[in-house]
């Protein structure tokens, strides 16, 4: 059971060790993870490696288990978090196709569909509403592009 979890945590965990009997993880993260405590585990950063975490517990009496469930939580929301940004940007090109091939009547009533929800955004046509100088939606009286019908 311990190995499935050291092989599950590799490479990030490069060691477990104690310290004055107290467990100690060493952890080092991928350039722009995100490192974080919990009520029971704190961390050290070291100051030679910006990557690299000492990882220990609170109470000294912790497991060493409990070290290792908040190192997996801290590795699975890093992936998950650049997993959403390559989603991100392959939404992001779907949406220039999108954009590219619809006329604003047509995108003017833009929905996003979950399985599960639906998110709408809508345009308060009674508000004026800009971005970066652009009224939105567009008017033909504000000097800015304006779709042909």
């Known amino acids: 059971m311990f190995q499935k979890i050291l092989k599950e945590l590799r490479p990030y965990v490069s060691g477990i060790r104690f310290v004055k009997d107290l467990p100690v993880v060493d952890l080092i993260l991928k350039e722009g993870w995100d490192m974080f405590e919990s009520e029971s585990i704190l961390y050290k950063p070291s100051s030679s490696n910006e990557n690299y975490f000492i990882v ?24 998950e ?62 000097g800015k592009l304006k779709e042909e019908v």
Do not use: A, W
């Open 56 to 79: 220990y517990p609170d109470n000294p009496e912790d497991s060493i288990d409990n070290i290792l469930g908040h190192v997996k939580s801290v590795i699975e929301y890093n992936i």
């Open 81 to 142: 978090k650049e997993n959403k940004l390559q989603l991100l940007k392959v939404k992001i090109e779907e949406l220039k196709m999108l954009f590219n091939n619809n006329k604003l009547s047509k995108l003017n009533n833009l929905k996003f569909v979950f399985e599960e929800d639906t998110i709408e955004i809508e345009v308060n046509k009674e508000q004026n509403k800009t971005y970066q100088g652009v009224e939105l939606p567009p008017k033909s009286t504000n």
